[in-house]
Structures are given as structure tokens and as C-alpha cells.
């Protein structure tokens, strides 16, 4: 356990459901944040959020839908995804000003594996 | 933030060093460099980061060149549970939260 606990750990959802997937973390961390892993291609930032409040979308289709309600816990609201959507949703939280002084950078949690049918 | 350059692949005997390089030939002066791991199906892993003094902590030692514009990530004992994809990032710091941007990275293969 790294500290960023997601759940559900797997996910097959079709393409009219309404899904969240879930972030925790108790690491004292103040920044969140969403990525995207399709497969065979890199880490994709989708969200950022610091000190709840989003400060980063990287052109997101509204599909996509985060939620922040306090610093420990970070939502992704799915509805109406496509096939091309199935990845590995990755959450990850850090200082929100991390340097020397935040040894670690960012903690990841283990991912969502969303499968879109 | 700056861009990488990394191998693509690359193959370590179990037991010997593994040497990673990355290039950063663009770095700026108030940026760090930074490498993370990502085991399978795994979410990335902190490995150690550096300004420009080399570092070296329990899993790693990151060796930065004087002009800042390469570093080498050494692994002194590599292990099958190495075997990893291993991202080089530089970022600055500070004045906030700024997403990663992660690169392909080089897909480590330690042989058994």
C-alpha cells in the first residue's frame, strides 16, 4: 500500500452507465490528481486539484466529470464513455508545493482498470 | 517542463548495476530531476531526485552532469523485481501544483 487508495481496483461499465471511481488519501497531501493510461502510451494528465480546487484540465471531454470535496478525497464521474475510454485511471497526490523539502514527489495509487463495453 | 530522452529498452544481468541515462539538454536552472518506476499494471513509484548534486538514497544513486543536461540513474544491484519501466522527468518546483508530464520512459529488463 502506498498510502492512495482507489477503488474499484477493476471496472467493466457499458457505455449508457454512470460509474465513479474513488481517491483516498491520509498522507497529509494537498494536491490530487487524475491520469490516464491507455495502453501503450504514456501517462496522460487529465485533472489537477490543489487545495480542492481544480487548477488543471487538460482538455477533458465533459464525460469525464471530477469532483474534489475535500483535500483527502478525489471522485471521477463517469457517464455515457466510449470503448476508446477503457484505460488505467490513475490517482496521485502530493505537497502542494513539493521540493527539497517533499522527498517523495508524487505517491500513486494502484489504478482503476476500466474496461468500456 | 523540459523534455526527456530516454532508451527505449534496455537489458541488466540480476546482480549487476543497471545504468539508466536520460537526457535533458534543455533543463532550466530552477528545475529538478526526477525518476519514478512503474512495475506492470502498477501505478508509478518515487525512486529519487536531484537539482545538480548527485544523490543516493535506499533504492537508488542519480548521477547529474556538471552542465545539468544528462544524469544516470544507477540501480547498484539490480533484481528481477527491477524489471520496470523507468521514467526520467524534469520539473520546477514550488508556487504550487503542476501536474508530471510523463515521456515513454525505458522499459528495464533484468535477466536472470
Not at chain 1, 8 to 17: Q, W
Not at chain 1, 43 to 49: D, G, K, P, S
Not at chain 2, 15 to 42: D, F, K, M
Not at chain 2, 82 to 102: E, H, N
Request: hydrophobic share 30%.
Amino acid at each position: 500500500e502506498t498510502g492512495v487508495t482507489q477503488t474499484p481496483r477493476h471496472l467493466v461499465m457499458g457505455m449508457t452507465n454512470k460509474k465513479s471511481l474513488k481517491c483516498e488519501q491520509h498522507l497529509g497531501h494537498n494536491a490530487m490528481y487524475w491520469y490516464k493510461q491507455s495502453a501503450k502510451k504514456p501517462l496522460e494528465l487529465m485533472f489537477v486539484y490543489n487545495f480542492k480546487e481544480q487548477t488543471e484540465n487538460n482538455s477533458v471531454p465533459s464525460r469525464f466529470s471530477p469532483e474534489c470535496p475535500n483535500s483527502s478525497h478525489l471522485f471521477l464521474h463517469l457517464h455515457t464513455l466510449q470503448p476508446e475510454d477503457s484505460a488505467l485511471y490513475l490517482c496521485a497526490s502530493s505537497l502542494s508545493h513539493w521540493g527539497p523539502s517533499n522527498n517523495y514527489g508524487y505517491t500513486f495509487g494502484s489504478g482503476t482498470r476500466l474496461t468500456v463495453v | 517542463d523540459a523534455k526527456t530522452t530516454q532508451p527505449t529498452s534496455m537489458d541488466c544481468a540480476e546482480g549487476r548495476a543497471a545504468n539508466l541515462p536520460c537526457n535533458h539538454s534543455t533543463i532550466s536552472g530552477n528545475e529538478y530531476v526526477y525518476w519514478y518506476r512503474q512495475i506492470h499494471s502498477q501505478g508509478p513509484q518515487y525512486i529519487i531526485h536531484g537539482l545538480k548534486n548527485n544523490e543516493t538514497n535506499e533504492m537508488a544513486s542519480l548521477i547529474i552532469t556538471e552542465d545539468r543536461k544528462s544524469s544516470t540513474l544507477i540501480l547498484p544491484h539490480a533484481t528481477l523485481r527491477d524489471t520496470a519501466v523507468y521514467y526520467c522527468i524534469v520539473a520546477s518546483t514550488g508556487g504550487g501544483a503542476d501536474g508530471l508530464t510523463f515521456g515513454k520512459g525505458t522499459h528495464l529488463i533484468i535477466q536472470p
